[in-house]
């Protein structure tokens, strides 16, 4: 958990509640966890219908907002606005409304809980926290903006949530499900949920857990590939690359060559590193330390020119999956053609 979501979410629990909050950023998981709380704890649910306002973007403006926000509660002590996509709402790049919603911020109703939610759009450019309106937010109330995690972060992210919902994981198993799903937080989220619905408590989410409800193989995946690969496996590598190429909609070519791009981006770091301690290598690589082993494994398995070769083996494959020097291949082919590349 992020440490300032993590207050934030006590603060609303302890009824600690700000009058204006603006969250921002590029992850909506923890936007919509914080939304989802103060929607729990803000009214009363028998007060809701009348007290308790979602809009969104698309189909409100500024103005509108605002007008929720300066309307009195309905026979109840407060009242809770939220808007979710707030980066759709008509005119927000507009001066004029942008000093509404500073007006807003830095006078805000008491009887009001006024909550914007601003989701950062691919190839767009996130909230400016440096703007006169924003910095109201944060002067009155709670600002608050969130990054997407970093895919090394994301295996200890997926422990974290399963031992917070009382379930026992390996770290291979959290190393597993982000391997395969990615740091899409919500999706994991869900992943795991659908698991722990069918799981007594305080149960261990293992391998076979894993492919039962979630569909993903314990034999056919990335992680064991690359186990296939430093071990020098050429059947089980090969029975693991036919199985990627009969199914390329659960393992895409795209998503397989990411991976193995970074793993053995990573062995070369092991090689280079004067430090071979544990620890050392374990905080040069972002890793848990259990998976360590298994980079040295690899440094020993491969030299480090063989590296830099496999290296370029992945790039020169990514180029082909993109119809490059090889507009008629499979990616079952191309895959083919890494694997041989890396074991000889």
């Not at 809980?113 to 006169?132: H, N, P, Q, V, Y």
């Not at 399963?162 to 499900?177: D, F, I, M, N, T």
């Not at 993109?322 to 895959?335: F, H, S, V």
């Amino acid at each position: 958990m992020i440490a300032a979501v993590d207050t934030l979410l006590k603060d609303i629990r302890n009824k600690r509640i700000a009058p204006v909050y603006l969250l921002h950023g590029d992850e909506p998981f923890y936007l919509d966890r914080v939304a989802d709380e103060l929607s729990n704890v803000a009214v009363p649910v028998a007060e809701r219908g009348f007290n308790q306002f979602v809009l969104f973007g698309k189909d409100a403006d500024v103005g509108t907002v605002i007008n929720y926000a300066r309307r009195y509660p309905f026979m109840a002590e407060r009242q809770l606005v939220l808007v979710k996509e707030a980066q759709q709402l008509t005119g927000i790049n507009d001066k004029s409304a942008q000093t509404l919603l500073e007006d807003y911020a830095l006078n805000p109703l008491s009887s009001t809980i006024l909550m914007l939610c601003f989701t950062k759009e691919e190839g767009k450019s996130g909230l400016d926290e440096r703007k006169a309106w924003v910095k109201a937010f944060g002067k009155h109330g709670k600002l608050l903006g969130v990054k997407k995690l970093y895919d090394n972060k994301v295996p200890d992210w997926v422990g974290e949530y399963c031992r917070e919902h009382g379930a026992k994981v390996s770290p291979k198993v959290c190393q597993l499900l982000a391997d395969h799903i990615g740091n899409d937080l919500k999706r994991l989220a869900g992943e795991i949920d659908k698991i722990l619905i069918n799981l007594p408590v305080n149960a261990e989410i293992d391998s076979a857990t894993v492919e039962r409800f979630v569909g993903i193989s314990k034999e056919y995946n990335v992680f064991e590939l690359q186990k296939a690969l430093v071990a020098r496996d050429v059947l089980k590598a090969n029975r693991i690359v036919d199985y990627f190429a009969r199914n390329p909609k659960d393992n895409p070519l795209v998503v397989i060559l990411s991976q193995l791009f970074g793993y053995f981006s990573k062995v070369i770091l092991v090689q280079s590193s004067p430090d071979q301690s544990d620890r050392a290598l374990a905080a040069v690589l972002g890793i848990n330390p259990f998976f360590v082993k298994d980079y040295l494994s690899a440094a020993r398995t491969f030299p480090l020119a063989k590296v830099a070769d496999i290296i370029h083996a992945i790039r020169r494959a990514d180029a082909q999956s993109k119809g490059i020097d090889a507009p008629t291949l499979t990616e079952g082919d191309i895959l083919r053609e890494l694997v041989f590349a890396v074991l000889h």
